[in-house]
């Protein structure tokens, strides 16, 4: 499988050999959900809590005699019957919203979303990213370029994009990061979420062979 490769102007340099179980992989939606899902829920964090009976002020003492005032048993106001007493089977921070998805499905599910992207037309390979100032102004003008030159609204309003790079360059990563519709990062970091949520995809020539497979 091959795609065009472009440089940072968007002009295209070359054709870039790319392997077929990451970008040649069926559509499966399901399996996309499931995964996304799961991201999702292990990230979760339980807040609501109610307290319990053992929880609640008060219940010290019993409110009144066990007999002889014709009046019902009691032995605490902590009770779940009284007003301000603990709740029964309400929500607590220890829930776990944790879900499971073994490593050969995330990494199925990622071929099969950058595969989509890929047959769209959503992901583009250029060569080398090199900025002669590491200024957000100098990423601006780098951006624009490409994606005048590829004819897409790369990183503008309506076109979200996700930069991946070979390896962590911090100096590059400053540059980019304040631009409102760009993301930027390692490629070996990238998962279902990261890939479904900005509309293209830029892999520089060196990161596609680190994306964690």
């Known amino acids: 499988m091959k795609a065009p490769l472009y440089n940072q102007e968007g002009t295209k340099i070359g054709v870039l050999e790319l392997p077929d179980k990451l970008f040649g992989v069926r559509w499966n939606p399901t399996l ?14 339980a807040t609501a809590h109610a307290k319990g009976r053992g929880e609640v002020r008060g219940g010290g003492r019993k409110p009144w005699r066990q007999k002889g005032t014709g009046r019902a048993l ?32 995330r990494r199925g599910a990622l071929a099969s979303l950058l595969s989509k992207k890929f047959k769209e037309g959503e992901i583009f390979f250029v060569d080398d990213i090199s900025l002669s100032e590491f200024k957000t102004k100098v990423a601006t003008k780098i951006l624009k370029s490409f994606s005048d030159g590829v004819g897409h609204g790369v990183g503008k309003r309506g076109g979200r994009a996700l930069l991946l790079l070979e390896k962590t360059k911090p100096d ?34 060196e990161a596609v062979e680190k994306v964690t497979f």
Do not use: Q
Request: proline share 5%.
């Open 32 to 45: 996309v959900h499931d995964v996304l899902l799961a991201l999702r829920s292990s990230r979760r964090r």
């Open 74 to 105: 009691h032995g605490s106001r902590r009770s779940p019957i009284w007003i301000g007493g603990g709740v029964t089977h309400g929500p607590t921070k220890e829930k776990n919203y944790a879900k499971k998805a073994n490593i050969k499905v």
């Open 172 to 205: 590059t990563i400053r540059a980019f990061r304040n631009l409102p519709y760009v993301e930027i990062g390692e490629a070996r970091n990238v998962n279902v979420e990261s890939a479904l949520v900005p509309k293209y995809l830029l892999f520089t020539k």
